[in-house]
């Protein structure tokens, strides 16, 4: 079946410029998660979404980082009046199981570039 | 603190060799899993191999396989027949649980390889 997409591939905004990340995971993944990668780096934990419910955002790194997953499937990051130090590749990922200990999926990434 | 630590930035070994990677981590949980991810210069992040740390059998996925050392908390990578294919960054990585809800994954810097012909 299909894997985890996301949507741009690449992002490229103005300083101060809201963005929206998309992410499709996997049918019936009940977990989510949201990681960011800076360059050289390895991801680091944004977010994480157990159907609906936000159950973990200690990983945004200001309020101006919103993200959501209304519907249980399909989550949206948010960044709010971006700056040079948020640019990264932002990754999506599901898991089948509650908790996400097993396995995680990973999309593509979105790369932001924010000028 | 949970941490994984990867101390070889990078490493480059020929074709149809052999080549680890190392990986350390600290955790204070008993029963846990362990994973190698791979991430070619496309970015799509892949499942190389997953161990379980209950289990004392290293994990083996074809030309991949763990040397896991528990009580070490060591948890390397071995390609045999290196291939072009593999050329990546590897990453080491540990579930670490988050306060009230699931578990994300605790990366490290990761490992660039490169295969060369």
């Known amino acids: 079946g299909a894997g985890v997409s996301q949507s741009p591939r690449y992002k490229v905004a103005k300083r101060g410029q809201d963005v929206a990340l998309r992410c499709d995971p996997i049918s019936g993944h009940v977990s989510l998660f949201w990681y960011q990668q800076a360059l050289g780096q390895g991801p680091e934990f944004l977010t994480y979404f157990q159907n609906e419910a936000q159950l973990d955002k200690s990983g945004l790194p200001s309020d101006r980082f919103f993200a959501e997953r209304p519907e249980g499937s399909v989550s949206t990051l948010k960044i709010q009046r971006t700056q040079q130090e948020d640019s990264a590749v932002y990754l999506c990922?599901?898991?089948?199981?509650?908790?996400?200990?097993?396995?995680?999926?990973f999309g593509p990434g979105t790369r932001l570039t924010v000028l | 603190a949970q941490t994984v630590t990867q101390s070889q930035p990078e490493m480059s070994v020929q074709e149809a060799e052999t080549v680890t990677l190392s990986c350390t981590y600290d955790?204070?949980?008993?029963?846990?899993?362990l994973f190698w991810y791979k991430q070619p210069p496309s970015r799509q992040m892949i499942l190389v191999i997953r161990?379980?740390?209950?289990?004392?059998q290293n994990a083996t996925e074809n030309r991949f396989s763990v040397n896991f050392q528990k009580a070490a908390k060591s948890f390397s990578l071995k390609i045999s027949d290196s291939q072009l294919g593999d050329t990546a960054m590897y990453f080491c990585a540990f579930p670490h649980r988050r306060s009230n809800s699931g578990y994300a994954l605790n990366f490290g810097k990761g490992t660039s390889l490169l295969v060369t012909p």
């Open positions: 955790t204070s949980e008993n029963n846990y899993y």
């Open positions: 990922a599901s898991s089948p199981r509650l908790a996400g200990y097993n396995e995680q999926f």
């Open positions: 161990q379980e740390a209950y289990k004392q």
